[in-house]
């Protein structure tokens, strides 16, 4: 179930305004008040709820934030502060239902307007009756060793501070090992080969499933392809630049690597 303008929360009320994460500067967690302080300051939309698994949320708009209040990366949220695991999955959760929820108004197929639906967390055409669902992005996320080194890579546009796996959408009728290939020969020109899960990791920015893999060297030079890439190239897991944080499978990846060797 899915309900609008409640006005109590069950167990957890997040914010967020694009990849953010909007929290009281006194550390204290978020109440219905100041999601409506947020909402009216902000110029904010809907605050939603999810009774099944107590969760509120609430996309903020882009007005300046009350003094009481700061914005932080959730990413960088989710990995700095010793969060346990429901709370962390409450946090994706809310983060990837606030985005669907916001960007999700109008049916499909007939055009007309989405509601909530009275007993799935999904929403529902208040002319035709379609269901929709959250949808979903399934992704790839590759490590690949050479011997003791790593491939990583760092890009142009997103995170371009950073050196990470290679990763990249799956398209439809792919499988997620010829996913993996295709990435790679796309940005890199490398072949691989032993292509073995790894796991897998929400992120839902906004709406990516990461699929895991690791797979070994088989062939060619990596030079970035296509654009997309500024630098790739082999890394002993010493001598690693800035790779990603913790909180992300990719890291998850790096770690295992470099307890192997
Ligand atoms: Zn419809």
Avoid at 28 to 51: A, H, Q, Y
Avoid at 159 to 187: H, P, S, W
Avoid at 206 to 213: H, N, R
């Amino acid at each position: 179930m899915l309900q609008r303008n409640i006005e109590t929360i069950e167990k957890a009320a997040f914010a967020f305004r694009g990849k953010d994460t909007i929290l009281r500067k006194d550390g204290k967690p978020l109440t219905m008040n100041d999601l409506t302080v947020l909402r009216e300051s902000t110029g904010g939309g809907e605050i939603w709820s999810e009774p099944e698994t107590g969760i509120t949320w609430l996309l903020a708009g882009n007005n300046p934030l009350p003094d009481e209040y700061t914005a932080e990366p959730v990413r960088l949220y989710a990995c700095n502060y010793d969060m346990d695991e429901e709370r962390y999955g409450q946090l994706f959760r809310a983060k990837g239902m606030a985005s669907w929820t916001n960007d999700t108004r109008h049916c499909a197929r007939c055009g007309a307007r989405l509601e909530p639906h009275a007993e799935l967390s999904a929403l529902v055409c208040s002319e035709c009756g379609k269901i929709v669902f959250p949808g979903i992005e399934p992704c790839v996320i590759v490590l690949v060793r050479k011997g003791d080194r790593m491939l990583l890579a760092r890009h142009n546009q997103r995170n371009n501070d950073m050196y990470a796996c290679i990763a990249g959408f799956m398209e439809t009728g792919e499988t997620a090992e010829q996913a993996v290939k295709r990435e790679l020969m796309e940005e890199t020109g490398i072949k691989v080969k032993n292509i073995q899960y790894f796991g897998t990791q929400s992120w839902p920015f906004p709406s990516q499933l990461m699929l895991a893999f690791t797979a070994e060297w088989e062939s060619g030079e990596p030079q970035p392809q296509d654009g997309e890439l500024a630098d790739v190239g082999w890394f002993l897991p010493g001598e690693c630049p800035n790779t990603p944080k913790p909180g992300s499978i990719a890291y998850r990846m790096i770690q295992s690597f470099q307890k192997q060797i």
